[in-house]
């Protein structure tokens, strides 16, 4: 499985991006897919993740209200609109999918990565 992610950028805080991230290859039937961030010097940790179906969404406590995700099955894509972006929110984000359709907000139950998107927000 292959995953390609897009659409980080520069932007100031207040502003609004949004990311994208499409699956190829050989994916079960039903995955669930979730984002994740990493500062440097810091790990990497949970921002969103959705279901298979959609219906299950989960978000880190400090992304709530700000960030939404979405997923498109027919295009196997996963989106994330980040909206009030803030300095803090600065960091590389990852996409994963992981081989059944529940979603998780543990990063160890995650199977497969994208290579990361730089998301750079000023003050």
């Known amino acids: 499985v292959q995953l390609q992610a897009s659409g980080g950028g520069l932007v100031q805080a207040g502003g609004s991006l949004r990311l994208s991230c499409a699956a190829s290859g050989r994916t079960s039937s039903s995955y669930a897919m979730g984002w994740f961030r990493q500062a440097p010097g810091k790990e990497r940790d949970f921002v969103a993740a959705?279901?298979?179906?959609?219906?299950?969404?989960y978000y880190a406590d400090s992304v709530k209200g700000r960030f939404t995700i979405s997923r498109d099955n027919a295009k196997d894509t996963v989106y994330l609109q980040m909206n009030s972006l803030r300095p803090e929110d600065t960091a590389v984000y990852y996409c994963?999918?992981?081989?059944?359709?529940?979603?998780?907000?543990?990063?160890?139950?995650?199977?497969?990565w994208g290579q990361g998107t730089q998301v750079t927000v000023s003050s």
């Open positions: 959705i279901s298979w179906g959609g219906a299950g969404t």
């Open positions: 994963a999918v992981r081989n059944t359709g529940w979603a998780s907000m543990n990063y160890y139950d995650y199977n497969y």
